[in-house]
Protein backbone atom coordinates (compact mmCIF):
# COMPACT_ATOMS: atom_id res chain seq x y z
CA UNK A 1 0.00 0.00 0.00
CA UNK A 2 1.58 3.21 -0.86
CA UNK A 3 2.72 5.53 1.89
CA UNK A 4 -0.37 7.93 2.83
CA UNK A 5 -2.66 5.38 1.35
CA UNK A 6 -6.39 5.46 3.74
CA UNK A 7 -7.62 2.57 2.10
CA UNK A 8 -8.84 -0.25 4.56
CA UNK A 9 -8.97 -3.83 4.35
CA UNK A 10 -12.39 -5.10 3.15
CA UNK A 11 -14.78 -6.47 5.66
CA UNK A 12 -13.37 -9.98 6.79
CA UNK A 13 -10.27 -9.47 5.26
CA UNK A 14 -7.58 -9.98 7.80
CA UNK A 15 -4.33 -8.33 8.32
CA UNK A 16 -1.71 -10.85 8.20
CA UNK A 17 -1.75 -13.71 10.63
CA UNK A 18 -3.53 -12.04 13.31
CA UNK A 19 -7.04 -13.09 15.09
CA UNK A 20 -10.09 -11.82 13.82
CA UNK A 21 -12.51 -10.39 16.59
CA UNK A 22 -14.44 -13.29 18.01
CA UNK A 23 -12.46 -15.60 17.16
CA UNK A 24 -12.62 -19.11 18.58
CA UNK A 25 -9.75 -20.64 21.17
CA UNK A 26 -8.42 -23.42 18.24
CA UNK A 27 -8.68 -20.14 15.78
CA UNK A 28 -6.16 -18.20 17.81
CA UNK A 29 -3.53 -21.39 18.65
CA UNK A 30 -3.91 -22.08 14.55
CA UNK A 31 -3.25 -18.44 13.49
CA UNK A 32 -0.60 -18.45 16.03
CA UNK A 33 0.91 -21.71 14.54
CA UNK A 34 0.66 -20.22 11.37
CA UNK A 35 2.36 -16.98 12.34
CA UNK A 36 5.17 -19.32 13.26
CA UNK A 37 5.72 -21.58 10.39
CA UNK A 38 5.34 -18.03 7.76
CA UNK A 39 8.50 -17.02 9.80
CA UNK A 40 11.92 -18.23 8.16
CA UNK A 41 13.95 -18.01 11.45
CA UNK A 42 11.22 -20.48 13.18
CA UNK A 43 11.14 -22.57 9.98
CA UNK A 44 15.08 -22.59 10.15
CA UNK A 45 15.16 -23.44 13.45
CA UNK A 46 12.38 -26.47 13.37
CA UNK A 47 14.30 -27.94 11.05
CA UNK A 48 17.67 -28.12 12.62
CA UNK A 49 15.69 -29.07 16.32
CA UNK A 50 15.25 -32.95 16.81
CA UNK A 51 11.32 -32.88 17.98
CA UNK A 52 10.72 -30.79 14.61
CA UNK A 53 12.77 -31.99 12.31
CA UNK A 54 10.41 -34.83 11.02
CA UNK A 55 7.56 -32.52 10.69
CA UNK A 56 9.62 -30.13 9.28
CA UNK A 57 10.97 -32.41 6.18
CA UNK A 58 7.37 -33.86 5.94
CA UNK A 59 6.16 -30.32 5.25
CA UNK A 60 8.79 -29.73 2.76
CA UNK A 61 8.18 -32.52 0.98
CA UNK A 62 4.59 -32.26 0.90
CA UNK A 63 5.11 -29.10 -0.80
CA UNK A 64 7.81 -29.85 -3.25
CA UNK A 65 5.88 -32.89 -4.27
CA UNK A 66 2.98 -29.99 -5.08
CA UNK A 67 5.80 -27.91 -7.26
CA UNK A 68 6.49 -31.34 -9.08
CA UNK A 69 3.17 -33.29 -9.46
CA UNK A 70 3.06 -32.18 -12.93
CA UNK A 71 6.07 -34.37 -13.70
CA UNK A 72 4.82 -36.97 -11.54
CA UNK A 73 2.38 -37.20 -13.98
CA UNK A 74 4.13 -37.04 -17.27
CA UNK A 75 6.54 -39.84 -16.27
CA UNK A 76 3.12 -42.01 -15.16
CA UNK A 77 1.70 -40.39 -19.24
CA UNK A 78 4.73 -41.17 -20.96
CA UNK A 79 4.94 -45.38 -19.31
CA UNK A 80 1.10 -45.37 -20.53
CA UNK A 81 1.78 -44.45 -23.83
CA UNK A 82 4.74 -46.64 -24.23
CA UNK A 83 3.00 -49.53 -23.07
CA UNK A 84 5.81 -49.89 -20.48
CA UNK A 85 3.24 -51.83 -17.71
CA UNK A 86 2.48 -54.12 -20.11
CA UNK A 87 5.81 -54.63 -21.21
CA UNK A 88 6.97 -55.38 -17.75
CA UNK A 89 3.88 -57.46 -17.05
CA UNK A 90 5.36 -60.97 -18.00
CA UNK A 91 8.58 -60.80 -15.71
CA UNK A 92 11.07 -58.08 -15.22
CA UNK A 93 13.44 -56.59 -18.23
CA UNK A 94 16.60 -54.83 -18.56
CA UNK A 95 17.15 -51.21 -19.61
CA UNK A 96 18.50 -52.37 -22.91
CA UNK A 97 15.45 -54.48 -23.88
CA UNK A 98 12.95 -51.77 -22.65
CA UNK A 99 14.58 -49.52 -24.85
CA UNK A 100 14.36 -52.16 -27.91
CA UNK A 101 10.75 -51.99 -27.59
CA UNK A 102 9.81 -48.92 -26.61
CA UNK A 103 12.42 -47.31 -29.18
CA UNK A 104 13.70 -45.04 -26.65
CA UNK A 105 17.63 -44.04 -26.89
CA UNK A 106 19.42 -46.28 -24.08
CA UNK A 107 20.19 -43.59 -21.87
CA UNK A 108 16.45 -42.30 -22.53
CA UNK A 109 15.18 -45.58 -21.18
CA UNK A 110 17.32 -45.87 -18.17
CA UNK A 111 15.81 -42.05 -17.28
CA UNK A 112 12.12 -42.91 -17.08
CA UNK A 113 12.71 -46.37 -15.44
CA UNK A 114 14.66 -44.62 -12.34
CA UNK A 115 11.99 -42.44 -12.60
CA UNK A 116 8.96 -44.71 -12.57
CA UNK A 117 10.77 -47.15 -9.84
CA UNK A 118 10.63 -43.58 -7.72
CA UNK A 119 7.51 -43.12 -7.48
CA UNK A 120 6.31 -46.68 -7.37
CA UNK A 121 5.19 -47.36 -10.56
CA UNK A 122 8.49 -49.41 -11.61
CA UNK A 123 11.04 -51.06 -9.22
CA UNK A 124 14.65 -52.23 -9.73
CA UNK A 125 15.37 -56.47 -9.54
CA UNK A 126 18.41 -57.98 -9.44
CA UNK A 127 20.75 -57.85 -12.47
CA UNK A 128 20.22 -54.58 -13.26
CA UNK A 129 16.69 -55.28 -14.35
CA UNK A 130 13.27 -53.72 -13.51
CA UNK A 131 9.81 -55.13 -12.54
CA UNK A 132 6.50 -53.64 -12.18
CA UNK A 133 6.45 -51.19 -8.75
CA UNK A 134 2.82 -51.35 -6.50
CA UNK A 135 1.00 -49.14 -8.65
CA UNK A 136 2.26 -49.89 -12.22
CA UNK A 137 0.84 -53.04 -11.37
CA UNK A 138 -2.48 -51.98 -10.79
CA UNK A 139 -2.14 -50.16 -14.15
CA UNK A 140 -1.96 -53.64 -16.06
CA UNK A 141 -5.35 -54.89 -17.47
CA UNK A 142 -6.99 -51.53 -16.90
CA UNK A 143 -8.14 -49.78 -19.84
CA UNK A 144 -10.11 -47.10 -18.21
CA UNK A 145 -7.32 -45.52 -16.02
CA UNK A 146 -4.91 -45.86 -19.16
CA UNK A 147 -7.62 -44.03 -21.11
CA UNK A 148 -8.06 -41.27 -18.67
CA UNK A 149 -4.22 -40.52 -17.87
CA UNK A 150 -4.07 -40.04 -21.68
CA UNK A 151 -6.98 -37.83 -21.88
CA UNK A 152 -5.60 -35.29 -19.23
CA UNK A 153 -3.15 -34.16 -21.37
CA UNK A 154 -6.58 -31.96 -22.69
CA UNK A 155 -6.86 -30.66 -18.96
CA UNK A 156 -3.44 -29.89 -18.48
CA UNK A 157 -3.05 -27.70 -21.46
CA UNK A 158 -6.43 -25.59 -19.97
CA UNK A 159 -3.97 -25.41 -16.76
CA UNK A 160 -1.06 -23.82 -18.49
CA UNK A 161 -2.79 -20.41 -17.13
CA UNK A 162 -4.55 -21.25 -13.96
CA UNK A 163 -5.50 -17.78 -13.28
CA UNK A 164 -7.19 -17.04 -16.32
CA UNK A 165 -9.08 -19.89 -15.81
CA UNK A 166 -10.58 -19.10 -12.71
CA UNK A 167 -10.97 -15.53 -14.44
CA UNK A 168 -13.29 -17.16 -16.76
CA UNK A 169 -11.62 -17.70 -20.01
CA UNK A 170 -13.60 -19.93 -22.61
CA UNK A 171 -12.36 -21.78 -25.38
CA UNK A 172 -11.25 -24.81 -23.07
CA UNK A 173 -10.10 -27.90 -24.66
CA UNK A 174 -12.24 -29.72 -22.03
CA UNK A 175 -15.61 -27.74 -22.93
CA UNK A 176 -15.00 -28.68 -26.62
CA UNK A 177 -14.01 -32.32 -25.35
CA UNK A 178 -17.32 -32.34 -23.56
CA UNK A 179 -19.55 -30.44 -26.27
CA UNK A 180 -22.80 -30.99 -24.04
CA UNK A 181 -21.41 -28.60 -21.28
CA UNK A 182 -21.23 -25.52 -23.24
CA UNK A 183 -25.36 -25.07 -23.52
CA UNK A 184 -27.22 -25.10 -26.44
CA UNK A 185 -28.90 -27.64 -28.06
CA UNK A 186 -27.63 -30.89 -26.54
CA UNK A 187 -29.70 -33.58 -28.47
CA UNK A 188 -28.62 -32.13 -31.82
CA UNK A 189 -24.66 -33.51 -31.27
CA UNK A 190 -23.86 -35.80 -34.11
CA UNK A 191 -21.81 -39.09 -34.20
CA UNK A 192 -18.89 -36.99 -34.48
CA UNK A 193 -19.36 -34.86 -31.45
CA UNK A 194 -19.84 -37.37 -28.85
CA UNK A 195 -17.49 -39.99 -30.43
CA UNK A 196 -14.61 -39.09 -27.97
CA UNK A 197 -15.91 -38.45 -24.61
CA UNK A 198 -18.47 -40.93 -25.30
CA UNK A 199 -15.62 -43.99 -25.98
CA UNK A 200 -13.60 -42.43 -22.79
CA UNK A 201 -16.62 -43.30 -20.18
CA UNK A 202 -16.84 -46.32 -21.20
CA UNK A 203 -13.56 -47.46 -20.63
CA UNK A 204 -13.42 -46.17 -17.56
CA UNK A 205 -17.22 -47.16 -16.57
CA UNK A 206 -16.30 -50.81 -15.39
CA UNK A 207 -14.26 -49.66 -12.84
CA UNK A 208 -17.46 -47.41 -11.69
CA UNK A 209 -19.66 -49.76 -12.47
CA UNK A 210 -17.52 -52.94 -9.84
CA UNK A 211 -18.14 -50.47 -6.84
CA UNK A 212 -21.43 -49.86 -6.67
CA UNK A 213 -22.89 -52.75 -7.83
CA UNK A 214 -20.81 -54.18 -5.11
CA UNK A 215 -22.38 -51.49 -2.45
CA UNK A 216 -25.73 -52.10 -3.77
CA UNK A 217 -27.77 -55.45 -5.12
CA UNK A 218 -29.87 -54.20 -8.06
CA UNK A 219 -31.84 -57.89 -7.79
CA UNK A 220 -34.54 -56.34 -5.31
CA UNK A 221 -35.70 -54.19 -8.12
CA UNK A 222 -37.57 -55.23 -11.11
CA UNK A 223 -36.79 -52.38 -14.11
CA UNK A 224 -33.61 -49.76 -13.75
CA UNK A 225 -33.36 -46.18 -15.81
CA UNK A 226 -29.87 -45.41 -16.58
CA UNK A 227 -30.21 -41.46 -16.80
CA UNK A 228 -27.11 -40.40 -19.00
CA UNK A 229 -25.88 -43.73 -19.72
CA UNK A 230 -23.32 -43.34 -22.41
CA UNK A 231 -22.80 -46.57 -24.23
CA UNK A 232 -24.22 -48.59 -21.72
CA UNK A 233 -21.10 -49.93 -19.72
CA UNK A 234 -23.44 -49.70 -16.56
CA UNK A 235 -26.61 -51.39 -17.57
CA UNK A 236 -24.60 -54.37 -18.83
CA UNK A 237 -22.69 -54.76 -16.13
CA UNK A 238 -26.21 -54.11 -13.89
CA UNK A 239 -27.66 -56.55 -16.24
CA UNK A 240 -24.86 -59.24 -15.39
CA UNK A 241 -25.53 -59.06 -11.77
CA UNK A 242 -29.38 -58.82 -11.99
CA UNK A 243 -30.16 -61.24 -14.85
CA UNK A 244 -34.00 -60.89 -14.16
CA UNK A 245 -33.98 -56.90 -14.23
CA UNK A 246 -35.00 -54.85 -17.43
CA UNK A 247 -32.80 -52.46 -18.36
CA UNK A 248 -33.37 -48.78 -20.03
CA UNK A 249 -31.09 -46.55 -21.12
CA UNK A 250 -31.21 -42.78 -21.85
CA UNK A 251 -28.96 -40.48 -22.97
CA UNK A 252 -28.66 -38.17 -26.20
CA UNK A 253 -29.68 -39.37 -29.85
CA UNK A 254 -26.44 -40.09 -30.84
CA UNK A 255 -24.78 -41.71 -27.49
CA UNK A 256 -27.99 -43.61 -27.46
CA UNK A 257 -26.97 -45.12 -30.57
CA UNK A 258 -23.81 -46.47 -29.71
CA UNK A 259 -25.26 -47.88 -26.84
CA UNK A 260 -27.83 -49.81 -28.98
CA UNK A 261 -25.26 -51.19 -30.46
CA UNK A 262 -22.74 -52.17 -27.23
CA UNK A 263 -26.07 -53.34 -25.40
CA UNK A 264 -27.19 -56.23 -28.71
CA UNK A 265 -23.64 -57.19 -28.81
CA UNK A 266 -23.74 -58.07 -25.05
CA UNK A 267 -27.27 -60.01 -26.06
CA UNK A 268 -29.35 -57.84 -23.76
CA UNK A 269 -31.68 -56.73 -26.37
CA UNK A 270 -34.29 -58.98 -25.52
CA UNK A 271 -34.28 -56.97 -21.76
CA UNK A 272 -33.20 -53.56 -22.99
CA UNK A 273 -34.56 -50.58 -24.07
CA UNK A 274 -32.78 -47.17 -25.73
CA UNK A 275 -34.20 -43.61 -25.84
CA UNK A 276 -32.88 -40.37 -26.85
CA UNK A 277 -33.06 -36.90 -25.81
CA UNK A 278 -32.30 -34.78 -23.36
CA UNK A 279 -32.63 -35.27 -19.95
CA UNK A 280 -33.29 -31.17 -19.17
CA UNK A 281 -35.56 -30.62 -21.60
CA UNK A 282 -37.24 -34.00 -22.66
CA UNK A 283 -39.56 -36.20 -20.18
CA UNK A 284 -37.62 -39.43 -19.38
CA UNK A 285 -39.30 -42.91 -19.67
CA UNK A 286 -41.64 -43.90 -16.75
CA UNK A 287 -41.78 -47.80 -15.62
CA UNK A 288 -38.61 -48.26 -13.97
CA UNK A 289 -38.88 -48.44 -10.09
CA UNK A 290 -34.70 -47.61 -9.92
CA UNK A 291 -32.94 -45.06 -11.87
CA UNK A 292 -29.13 -44.99 -11.75
CA UNK A 293 -27.09 -40.92 -12.23
CA UNK A 294 -23.73 -42.45 -12.55
CA UNK A 295 -21.29 -39.65 -12.95
CA UNK A 296 -23.80 -37.17 -13.85
CA UNK A 297 -25.25 -34.61 -11.71
CA UNK A 298 -21.74 -32.89 -10.97
CA UNK A 299 -22.11 -32.13 -14.38
CA UNK A 300 -24.26 -29.46 -13.35
CA UNK A 301 -24.60 -25.95 -12.06
CA UNK A 302 -27.16 -25.96 -9.10
CA UNK A 303 -30.02 -25.26 -11.86
CA UNK A 304 -29.37 -27.84 -13.82
CA UNK A 305 -28.71 -30.70 -10.93
CA UNK A 306 -32.34 -29.41 -9.48
CA UNK A 307 -33.96 -29.64 -12.79
CA UNK A 308 -32.34 -33.29 -13.83
CA UNK A 309 -33.25 -34.58 -10.18
CA UNK A 310 -36.85 -33.63 -10.09
CA UNK A 311 -37.15 -34.83 -13.72
CA UNK A 312 -36.22 -38.35 -11.94
CA UNK A 313 -38.80 -37.26 -9.34
CA UNK A 314 -41.27 -37.34 -12.21
CA UNK A 315 -39.99 -40.14 -13.65
CA UNK A 316 -40.39 -43.04 -11.10
CA UNK A 317 -43.09 -43.98 -9.07
CA UNK A 318 -44.11 -43.06 -5.42
CA UNK A 319 -41.77 -45.14 -3.43
CA UNK A 320 -39.14 -45.72 -6.41
CA UNK A 321 -35.50 -45.65 -5.74
CA UNK A 322 -32.80 -43.19 -7.34
CA UNK A 323 -29.04 -44.35 -6.91
CA UNK A 324 -26.64 -41.83 -7.33
CA UNK A 325 -22.55 -42.71 -8.11
CA UNK A 326 -20.15 -40.25 -8.13
CA UNK A 327 -16.67 -38.80 -7.01
CA UNK A 328 -18.18 -36.34 -3.90
CA UNK A 329 -16.35 -34.01 -2.00
CA UNK A 330 -15.15 -34.12 1.48
CA UNK A 331 -14.08 -37.54 1.43
CA UNK A 332 -12.77 -38.95 4.14
CA UNK A 333 -8.58 -39.25 3.22
CA UNK A 334 -9.74 -38.43 -0.33
CA UNK A 335 -10.49 -34.42 0.28
CA UNK A 336 -7.90 -33.25 -2.49
CA UNK A 337 -9.77 -35.13 -5.19
CA UNK A 338 -12.96 -33.16 -4.77
CA UNK A 339 -12.54 -30.14 -4.15
CA UNK A 340 -8.91 -29.63 -5.89
CA UNK A 341 -9.14 -32.12 -9.14
CA UNK A 342 -12.81 -31.97 -9.82
CA UNK A 343 -13.26 -28.31 -8.83
CA UNK A 344 -10.72 -27.63 -11.77
CA UNK A 345 -11.57 -30.16 -13.97
CA UNK A 346 -15.31 -29.35 -14.02
CA UNK A 347 -13.97 -25.39 -13.81
CA UNK A 348 -12.22 -26.06 -17.36
CA UNK A 349 -15.00 -28.23 -18.64
CA UNK A 350 -17.32 -25.08 -17.99
CA UNK A 351 -19.70 -26.32 -16.25
CA UNK A 352 -20.91 -27.89 -12.69
CA UNK A 353 -19.06 -28.70 -10.11
CA UNK A 354 -18.37 -31.31 -7.02
CA UNK A 355 -20.48 -31.71 -4.28
CA UNK A 356 -20.73 -33.01 -0.65
CA UNK A 357 -22.98 -35.64 0.54
CA UNK A 358 -24.89 -32.97 3.19
CA UNK A 359 -25.21 -30.91 -0.43
CA UNK A 360 -26.52 -33.43 -2.73
CA UNK A 361 -28.66 -34.70 -0.07
CA UNK A 362 -30.25 -31.09 0.40
CA UNK A 363 -30.36 -30.99 -3.52
CA UNK A 364 -32.75 -34.68 -3.37
CA UNK A 365 -34.71 -33.53 -0.65
CA UNK A 366 -35.90 -29.71 -2.99
CA UNK A 367 -36.13 -32.40 -6.20
CA UNK A 368 -39.48 -34.76 -4.05
CA UNK A 369 -36.77 -37.40 -2.62
CA UNK A 370 -36.51 -39.06 1.30
CA UNK A 371 -34.62 -41.05 2.90
CA UNK A 372 -31.37 -40.15 1.24
CA UNK A 373 -28.43 -41.70 2.63
CA UNK A 374 -24.70 -42.59 1.82
CA UNK A 375 -23.75 -46.20 0.63
CA UNK A 376 -20.35 -47.42 1.57
CA UNK A 377 -18.19 -47.91 -1.48
CA UNK A 378 -14.84 -50.26 -1.50
CA UNK A 379 -13.11 -47.47 -3.41
CA UNK A 380 -14.65 -43.73 -2.24
CA UNK A 381 -12.48 -41.90 -3.55
CA UNK A 382 -12.84 -43.09 -7.16
CA UNK A 383 -16.90 -43.60 -6.36
CA UNK A 384 -19.66 -42.24 -3.84
CA UNK A 385 -22.86 -43.22 -3.22
CA UNK A 386 -25.64 -42.00 -2.24
CA UNK A 387 -29.58 -43.55 -2.92
CA UNK A 388 -33.19 -41.64 -2.26
CA UNK A 389 -36.72 -42.90 -2.20
CA UNK A 390 -38.87 -40.79 -3.81
CA UNK A 391 -41.53 -39.14 -1.90
Not at 137 to 166: K, Q, T
Not at 213 to 230: E, K, M, Q, S
Not at 241 to 262: G, I, Q, S, T, Y
Not at 359 to 382: H, K, Q, V, Y
Request: one cysteine or more; hydrophobic letters at 45%; a positive charge.
Amino acid sequence: MAAGSTAQAAPGEGRGFGPASGASLLDRVRDWRDRMVADPMFRSWAARFPLTRPVARRRARALFDLCAGFVYSQVLAACVRLRVFDLLSDGPKTSQAVAARTDLPPEAAVRLLEAAAALGLAARRSGGRYGLGPLGAAMVGNPGLAAMVEHHAVFYADLRDPVALLRGATGTGLARYWPYATGGAAAGLGPLEVTAYSALMAASQPLVAEEVLGAYDLRRHRCLLDVGGGEGGFLCAAGAAAPDLRLVLFDLPAVAERARARLDAAGLSSRATVAGGDFLADALPTGADIVSLVRVLHDHDEDGALALLRAVRRALPPGGTLLLAEPMSGTPGAEPVGEAYFGFYLLAMGRGRPRTPAEIGALLRAAGFADTRPRRTSTPLLTGLMTARAA
